[in-house]
């Protein structure tokens, strides 16, 4: 069984920047689809970034494009998220998401049209002005 434990979360400033920790536990394979997720208090959840392990492909959402970074660490089985210059309208819930399914489906159309098996519980990032 997946399980997947996001950290990382916390209060920064607007502007500010903080990395979020995805641990990875239960699977064998190397090669996977792995993404973060936001959900802003009464908006619906939508994917910020994935990637696929198998060639390290990257798929960002446009609204983060150039400020939001994501990477795995294979050795430490663990998914990172890069979040710079953040924005107020940023605070959200950060979900960690994992798919076993081929490189090609892992774009960030692919995760929202056809999700993902497999969700950590998230990590709080909130904002200050």
């Known amino acids: 069984q997946v399980q997947l434990v996001e950290s990382g979360g916390g209060s920064v400033q607007a502007g500010g920047s903080l990395r979020l920790s995805c641990a990875a536990s239960g699977y064998t394979y190397s090669s996977i689809c792995m993404g973060w997720f936001r959900q802003a208090p009464g908006k619906e959840r939508e994917v910020v970034a994935a990637?696929?392990?198998?060639?390290?492909?990257?798929y960002y959402a446009d609204a983060v494009k150039g400020r939001f970074t994501i990477a795995k660490d294979n050795a430490k089985n663990t998914l990172y998220l890069q979040t710079n210059s953040l924005k107020p309208e940023h605070p959200a819930m950060y979900y960690c998401?994992?798919?076993?399914?081929?490189?090609?489906?892992?774009?960030?159309?692919?995760?929202?049209?056809?999700?993902?098996?497999?969700w950590g519980k998230g990590t709080l990032v909130t904002i200050s002005s």
């Open positions: 998401a994992a798919d076993f399914r081929p490189g090609g489906a892992c774009t960030v159309v692919a995760v929202m049209t056809y999700g993902m098996d497999y």
């Open positions: 990637i696929y392990t198998g060639g390290g492909s990257t």
